[in-house]
């Protein structure tokens, strides 16, 4: 899984730069206060805002990947969201600072000589990226941008150059997307990668059934709804490195249970969608309840999210 790890510590960057690019979109570009290099990245990655509250937000990165000085943020303003749109859209300027975490790319963009992208509305960040990637790489790729209306949609500008690769299709100009009419015919070895609103993501499933497993990938910034736990029951965690055993009832989550026993896990989403909390797992089986991993990646169990999974066993044994 190429990518993934642990958060890592918090930057504190500098915003350069803060643009209106849609109706309710805003890019930020942040940048070191003192100029330095900022951690490499690659397309799908994605970077957390510390907001002043102490919560964390997190948002794709949608720049330059070569530019090693920046980071480029899309914001849509969420009305119903947790405050953390409305805190970039109405209250950080440019030369303010804000803790960064990450980057971190739980959606890498895996080597292919062909894709299918999907974005909807602000799912197009962590798309743009991949597609001046597959561009550059010359391979054959095509978008298909679904938006509430063109005025909504952010970086259309970005996005002409690539000329008839791209269809842009705002719903009160063309009606809902057709997705199986843009996928056409299951094709070996071709990747489609989605991101957009949880409806869309459910249609692409189903758009998808018929071809091969894992050549859909998504993200998700809500969290999937998820089956009840596997068990009921109390169930136990070793704690390999510290030799403790913690004991953890049902209401309360492994990242917790841990935590009480004085082992600090770096946490962010708190539900699944961030990847932060990946740990892994020596023994037992994880009841896997993320939002991230593929049916392949669950089967392997070697790795859990442990803010939000919990153990289909007994006990479970982690390497922390
Ligand atoms: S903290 Fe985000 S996946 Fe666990």
Redesign the pocket.
Known sequence: MPGRGAGGPVATLQVVDKSTVAEDVVTLTLADPDGRRLPDWTPGAHIDLVLPTGDTRQYSLCGDRFDSRTYRIGVLREPAGRGGSAFVHDSLQPGDTVGVGGPRNNFPLVPSERYLFVAGGIGITPLLPMVTQAAMLGADWRLLYGGRRRASMAFLDELAPHGDRVRVMPQDETGLLDLPAFLGEPEPGTKVYCCGPGPLLDAMGLACVDWPPSALRTERFVAEEQAAPVRTAPFEVQLARTGTTVTVPLGTSV?EAVGSAGVEVL???????????ETTVLDGVPDHR?S?LDDAERAAGDCM????SRAASDRLVLDL
């Open positions: 990242l946490s962010s989403c708190r539900q699944g969608t961030c990847g932060t909390c993320d991230i999210f442990i803010c939000v």
